[in-house]
């Protein structure tokens, strides 16, 4: 049974456009929660993560955006390029173990 | 990230087959840990390690095992080898309580 849902699978967006990526769970005990991105190849690599505390975390042009009592989170990518071509993961922490999406995979055309 | 190594980076492999994944890290970190991912399943604990005394399992720990040689040095093992341990193996490292992850570039195992 995953503890983190995520959606979806995959993902097809124009250059310039926007990505978006959800992510749900129930483990309320759930204490951090990072995206990683992996390239082919790759081992997944931090892109930006958010405590249960905050509602919404930017680092230039990725944006985690979440809802404690919905439970939910998702990564918003703008003006996404080709180069962020690549899986997603979301991710939830608690009790010093994580527990993974299945991941997405962006693709952008250009 | 480069400062965490994993050896051999591909393995074919019989079933039968008693096998070890290796990881290194230079990071200073002192927490380790072993992940599988399927496709479609992201990735999934197998075990982790706080410190070489301390090992401990993960979610899918059934027919692996592993050892903490050292605080930079962690192996995963597959005693007898099985077709659906066919998957993507990654070794990532932690520093104390930080929950920043740092992962290996993965080994590819084939089970035949």
């Known amino acids: 049974q995953q503890q983190v849902k995520q959606s979806p699978q995959s993902l097809i967006v124009q250059k310039g456009g926007i990505s978006i990526i959800n992510c749900a769970y129930e483990?309320?005990?759930?204490?951090?929660f990072p995206w990683y991105q992996q390239f082919p190849g790759k081992g997944p690599a931090l892109l930006i993560a958010?405590?249960?505390?905050?509602s919404e975390k930017k680092e230039g042009r990725f944006t985690i955006s979440f809802n404690k009592s919905a439970k939910q989170f998702s990564l918003h990518i703008m003006d996404s390029q080709p180069g962020d071509s690549a899986t997603y993961f979301c991710a939830a922490h608690n009790f010093n173990k994580f527990y993974f999406g299945s991941g997405t995979k962006l693709n952008v055309k250009p | 990230d480069a400062d965490v190594t994993q050896t051999p980076r591909n393995r074919i492999t019989k079933t039968g087959k008693r096998i070890m994944l290796e990881c290194s890290q230079t990071?200073?970190?002192?927490?380790m840990y072993w992940y599988r991912q399927d496709p479609g399943l992201g990735l999934q604990l197998i075990y982790y390690s706080f410190d070489v005394k301390d090992i401990n399992k993960g979610e899918i720990s059934d027919g692996y095992s592993v050892s903490r040689q050292a605080q930079a040095k962690f192996s995963l093992s597959l005693e007898s080898a099985i077709p659906n341990q066919t998957a993507l193996y990654f070794c990532?490292?932690?520093?104390?309580?930080?929950?920043?992850?740092?992962f290996g570039p993965g080994t590819r195992l084939t089970v035949l």
């Open positions: 990071k200073g970190h002192d927490r």
């Open positions: 958010i405590r249960p505390d905050v």
């Open positions: 483990n309320t005990a759930f204490d951090y």
């Open positions: 990532a490292t932690s520093l104390g309580a930080e929950e920043r992850q740092f």
